[in-house]
Each structure stands twice: as C-alpha cells, then as structure tokens.
C-alpha cells in the first residue's frame, strides 16, 4: 500500500461494529467510519463534542456481520452560556449595520466559556471576510457567530462552503437593530449541516433590548 495511504488510512479509519461486544469508544479527537448492520455511520469526538451520524444505507439486503450503530449527540462542554450570545449582540448592534463576528470558545482545562472577537479584515452590510482568532492549545471553538446587520438570520450557499470542513456550531444574529434580533443556529460536521428548529429561549433574552416603558 502506498505510504500516503497508509497515513489517511489511520487518521480516518474504518471500523466493523462488533455484534457481541460493545464497540470500543474513541481515545482521542478525530474520526472514524463506522460499518454497521443497519449502515455506514459518520463518529466525531472533539473534546467538547461527541455525535455519531448515519451517512447510508445498503443497497441491497445482503447479511452484514456486525452489531448495530446509532445516531447520537454528546455535548461534553456542557451548556453554552445564554450570557455570551448577549456579549455577541451588543457586539453586532455596535458594528451595525455592518456585519461582524466572534467564537465561543471552551477551555478544556479551566473548562470555562469565552467570547473571541475574530480578526476583521472586510466588512460591510452585506460582506464579512476575516481570519481565525488565534487560540491556545488548550482552547477549542464551539460556536463560530457572524451578524447580518439590517437581514434576517440564515445561512448563505457561502456560509456553506464555509463551514464545509468544520465541527462546530454556526450561529447567525440577524436584524441586529431590532428589540428581538432574528436568530439560525446549526450544527456543523463535517460537510452534515443541522438546523436546530427551537434556538433557546434564554438566547433570545440575552439578545434582546430592554424596552423602556
């Protein structure tokens, strides 16, 4: 086999799940397929994230040999503060009507949440270009947020190809002037995009303007 090979071969290997046993869980952050009776699954372990996805089926009704996988969803990191997406808000509405951007990032050792401002280098009310914040080794992103200005919230065909390669929530704050900003939220891994239907509740109340009566 050539060396090459080799090398992609054990950065993302493929895996029979055992029918008899229980399918040895993952050590360290990375990737694996997994070969199933009921598929072929996608795992990712991040030290902030878990998630197991079915990619297929089988064509044919063939015998597989091996055990069952299913889907599932691990947040290690726990719960994202409702306290950051606010930070965030109040980051946008002073950038409006231009857009901008920030990571929430977890420390794996401390274990605590951050906002990181990203590095700008265009923006305008429809545009935002920029780098990746530089992070210490023990900091890892968990949601990577950008404004629409005077827009609604959603996730461009850019944003896509953006997001193509990463594992992460995406997070877009829209209407940004607004008392109650629009809001979309996803789940990114990989290439396997992921709505989440219901942004929290508390998101929300942490975007949004007090209003004076």
């Known amino acids: 086999m050539h060396p090459a090979d080799v090398t992609l071969q054990q950065s993302f290997p493929s895996i029979m799940v055992p029918r008899l046993s229980t399918l040895e869980p993952m050590t360290r952050a990375g990737e694996r397929l997994l070969i199933a009776a009921n598929g072929v699954f996608l795992e990712i372990t991040r030290p902030w994230l878990k998630v197991v996805r ?4 089988f064509q044919h009704r063939t015998t597989i040999p091996y055990g069952n996988a299913s889907e599932e969803t691990d947040l290690l990191c726990g719960r994202i503060p409702a306290r950051l997406i606010g930070e965030f808000a109040e980051m946008a509405r002073t950038a409006y009507p231009k857009e901008t951007g920030a990571w929430v990032v977890w420390n794996t050792t401390s274990q605590a949440f951050r906002l990181v401002p990203v590095q700008i280098l265009e923006h305008s009310a429809g545009h935002l270009k920029y780098d990746r914040p530089a992070l210490a080794d023990d900091d890892v992103l968990v949601v990577d947020c950008h404004s629409h200005g005077r827009s609604p919230a959603y996730f461009s065909s850019t944003d896509d190809v953006d997001d193509q390669r990463d594992v992460k929530f995406a997070f877009v704050l ?20 992921e709505a989440v239907e219901s942004v929290p509740a508390e998101w929300y109340a942490a975007a949004s303007l007090e209003v004076v009566s």
């Open 174 to 193: 829209g209407n940004c002037a607004a008392p109650v900003p629009s809001m979309a939220l996803r789940l990114c891994a990989k290439g396997i995009f």
């Open 54 to 57: 079915r990619l297929g089926g």
